[in-house]
């Protein structure tokens, strides 16, 4: 890869579009030219991987090369299969994929080439297995500790002939392991979590990348001691050092950013942005670094970017950007053979349907052709869908990469001009610009749990709807009818979010970063962990914080009712803007209970003129309790779900300040409900004064849609390139209001209607951890709950999959 020059890229930026899904209209030359498929991601993103792929199994995290670069191996994480894949580099073939209970990113060759060891998660272990005949045999284990819930969790390692050292993310810890007695030599404890290690070419430093510290620890291996420590960006993970063991290269997480340390200086020379754009807000993630053989070139992987980024490094402290390179969904992991570049794409290549069969099975479904359902029906989890593969391709050329770059911006649909002025209409009372005025003043945004367009909405005439997948129909969810009749139906809305995990953190912050990504598969797969994604654990929070954060530097005054608000005491800005009368997370309280509390706290403030510009309520009991003998049916936990929801839009509805307020209700997530388009669909609800009446608007809007609508109502810029880029929601709302207030409808369902049946799944509900959002396993708690209104005989349709599904979109209105 020799003799590349800079390249521009010279991007025609285009905002403001009618009607426009980002980049439709964008160039697709190159794409063309070199014959590649671009691929239309339900976040508005898209992919266009290049070279050759093999299939890896569930989120590959770590790719490692034997000393010798005869192998290639592959730790796959993921929720459903986890394994260590062995790859012939020669054929680029796959020799072994060896399942392992438990593992979690630490993998490494024996410098003989004759073994390779791997975490095993949170089994506390590090796993022994013999190279013999190409194939992985399982030779021993070094215990660390006894399995979870004892906390250790060993996670980056590397190795000697005669040591392993290993980081651990749980209890903080540094191993250093002797092979042939297969024992505990030395612990020493770090300050935080930490990712991975990696040892200078002496073997005589180990360099720790202590991830929860923003820092480079220097452990001296003969001393025993740390000697020193370095100051990075936030989220340390991935590192690579030079040969001669001067430079050390650490991308960071929780930032856009690549840091380069001098070891003998023991400071960073050198930050490389690796964003599409100077200055953009977090959203690139870069978790992956390697040189080229001759170290003349850097390559990062920009997991929420899909791609890599090229830079000239040969000159230290003089780097230059040369471009980037298209790949699948979610890069986790790069290294370089010879003139060949390898990544690991932890989401795979794009949305998928279940592969056991066109699932949902669906009367709308193109595949079902009047088969028997109960044939053809799969089983998978949302969590487990994601299949990763490994790409393979060779450095490109100058011409090449100037392909590949353009290919990267048209596949990106975030741009500084877009975080500057978003797409909109005069006079419409959504702003177009930071700063500009509305006459919107209160924005009240609704959090529910883990609905699917089609479970609600599905029977809904006038939306792209499925009736067979409709679980909870008008007759339940009286409320949610009429608000999408009255006011906006929204039947091409994403969420940007799996489960609720992630959920809460793209629902505030428009991003979770690669903690969140990266470890909440792991306890919904049932193998360990705690449940840290809703402000337990800092390493969790987004570099620059939540959208309270964002609120609080510009003067925005705002108030939680639930929401993280048993972490308040962590979160400054957020501990004295709770509502402490409001009822937290707790299926056992009524969401209508919480509504009456939500109202004298609303009154109160009303009274005194101090309703706060930004309410944010959470009303999460359509998460349900499945079929828990004592707790309320699956109908009733739905039906009083709706109510709160109806009765708190009327009760804005009836105040004084209903002409200048909004309210914007999403889920966190869709989780493993069925839906016809994709199990990302969900649904979202806007309602008040500017907001459109009897009107259906077909474009596609994510969570981060309804963020960057807010934001610009309020005057708060963008947390991430997501909502930065995201497709605000202008089209629901009219230039002229209407203050006709909303009725909340009664309920036709018992609330008080309880689980009193014994049987098969309400001995497993019984069993289930309900006092979080997600502590459970919920393949199985979903098809309870579709049971419990179905009956027990029925079998729950899968999620199905999808690559972006376009929709046809209404023309932009004028006024109306």
Known sequence: MKNIALIVVVLSLMTGCKNQQPNDNLSSSAVQKLGLKRVKLTNGWALTPIGKSLKLQDLPLNLVVSPSKKYLAVTNNGQSTQSITLIDVATETILDDEPIEKSWLGLAFSPDEKHLYASAGNDNKINIYKIENNQLQKEGEIILDKPWPVKVSPAGLCATEKHIFVVAKENNTLYQLDIA???????????????????SPDKGLLYISLWGGAKVLIYDIAAAKIIDEIAVDKNPNDMVLTKNGQYLYVSHGNDNTVSLIDTKLKQRIE??????????????????????????????????????AVFEVEEKGKSRSLGFIPTGWYPTSVKTIGDKVYVTNGKGLSSSANPKGPNPVSSKSPQFKGANPEAVRGTQYIGGLFKGTLSIFNFPDEKTLADYSTIVYEN???????????????????????????????????????????????????????????????????????????????????????????????????????YVEKTWVTSYGGRGGTYDYEGSREIAYPKNGFIWDFAHRVGVTFRSYGEFSEQRAKMPNLKNNCSLKFPPYNLSIKDITRVDAWKADFDSLLAKNSVPQLSIVRLGNDHTAGARVGMPTTEAMVADNDLAVGKLVEHISKSGIWEQSVVFILEDDAQNGSDHVDAHRSTAYVAGGYVKRGYVDHTMYSTSSMLRTMELILGIPPMSQYD?????????????????????????????????????????????????????????????????????KSHMPAPKRSAFLMLKEEEEDEDD
Not at 278 to 300: H, K, M, Q, R, W
Request: aromatic residues 10%; proline residues 6%; negative net charge.
């Open 181 to 199: 007695s297969k024992s505990i030599l030395k612990k020493i404890p770090l300050a935080a979590e930490a990712y991975t290690c990696i040892l």
């Open 271 to 308: 930050t490389l942005s690796c964003a599409l754009y100077p200055d953009s807000p977090i959203g690139s993630t870069p978790n992956g670094v390697a040189l080229s053989d001759d170290e003349e070139y850097l390559f990062i992987a920009n997991a929420d970017n899909n791609c890599l």
């Open 412 to 514: 990106t649909p975030y741009n500084k001009a877009k975080e500057l002025e978003s797409e909109g209409q005069k006079g419409n009372p959504i702003p177009t610009k930071l700063g500009q005025k509305s006459p919107i003043k209160y924005v009240f945004y609704v959090i529910k749990e883990n609905r699917t367009y089609d479970q609600v909405l599905g029977d809904v005439k006038t939306g792209n709807g499925d009736t067979t997948l409709c679980l909870f129909p008008r007759r339940i969810t009286p409320n949610q009818h009429a608000l999408v009749n009255e006011f906006v139906l929204l039947d091409n809305f994403y969420v940007d979010a799996e489960v609720s995990a992630d959920g809460h953190n793209w629902s505030m912050a428009a991003y979770a970063n690669d």
């Open 724 to 792: 930065a880029a995201a497709t605000p929601m202008w089209r629901c709302f009219s230039k002229t209001a209407n203050t006709k207030p909303f009725t909340a409808l009664k309920n036709n369902i018992n609330l008080d209607e309880r689980n009193v049946a014994v049987n098969r799944n309400s001995i497993k509900s019984s069993e289930f951890d309900l006092s979080k959002p997600d502590l459970i396993n919920d393949l199985e708690f979903s098809q309870i709950v579709w049971q419990s209104v179905k009956g027990l």
